[in-house]
């Protein structure tokens, strides 16, 4: 690609595979272990939400979390036809780091395409958990028979929302203290992983520590409530 499309699509592409990485820290368990899966995201936590870091939206609906980012890319007809990651079908844009066909409007030289990018960062199933902790949402990722992924939503009383993901801490010996901490090891994996089998009392030492949910690099402001279910 040219040097200002591939800038443009490349921090797309980051931001899309940032979400799919293996975990730093996995549980035995869906967290909290004592709380019962709920079968709708609740009321006070619905809504559209917009983060201004990135320009992306957040839509939550009784079922799911989804995040959408939209953005233009202009090029021009030669640079198309000379780049191996685009190609023009039907009056569509076909890129093929997210394999999908967009619109495009030619003027001139100057073709312009809209770029709709949806993620469901969750959505409820049987693989896919939702809990409560303290006013806050837990989501619970199911990885594999015996490990899950998991995330910290909160909602501050002026309408942010921010999701946090469980990080290994600096201090291992506090954390270990609490609960045991077993290393995972694989010849595949590049990055440090730990498995975690706490209890609920142990799990709220964790959380009240913050060892484990402490930081979040993701706030979302509530633009409006939202009623309807996300298309």
């Keep these: 690609m040219k040097k200002g499309l591939n800038y443009s699509l490349g921090i797309i592409f980051v931001i899309m595979i940032l979400g799919s990485c293996q975990p730093s820290v996995v549980f035995g368990d869906a967290q909290p272990v004592t709380v019962d899966p709920l079968t709708n995201i609740p009321d006070i936590y619905r809504g559209i939400y917009w983060c201004n870091v ?3 939206s957040l839509y939550v609906d009784d079922k799911a979390i989804v995040r959408r980012k939209e953005f ?3 090029t021009t007809l030669q640079e198309i ?5 685009l190609e023009l079908v039907k009056d569509k844009l076909y890129v093929n780091d997210w394999e999908g066909y967009f ?3 030619e003027k001139g030289d100057t073709i312009t395409s809209q770029i709709i990018l949806r993620d469901t960062i969750f959505a ?3 693989k896919q958990l939702v809990k409560t902790f303290r006013g806050h ?5 199911k990885l594999n028979n015996d490990s899950w992924e998991v995330l910290v939503v909160s909602q501050s009383s002026d309408g942010v929302l921010t999701i946090s993901k469980a990080a290994i801490p600096e201090d291992l010996a506090k954390l270990d203290s609490i609960t045991a901490i077993n290393f995972l090891k694989d010849s595949e994996r590049t990055q440090t992983q730990i498995y975690l089998k706490p209890t609920a009392k142990e799990f709220a030492r964790i959380y ?3 060892l484990l949910f402490s930081k979040s ?3 979302y402001e509530r633009i409006f409530p939202l009623k309807e279910i996300i298309d």
């Design 217 to 219: 690099c993701t706030y």
């Design 72 to 74: 233009l890319i202009k």
């Design 124 to 126: 409820i199933s049987d």
């Design 208 to 210: 009240d520590d913050g």
């Design 103 to 105: 619109p495009v409007t």
């Design 54 to 56: 990135d320009s992306a």
């Design 137 to 141: 949402l837990v989501l619970n990722f």
């Design 81 to 85: 036809e000379t780049d191996p990651d």
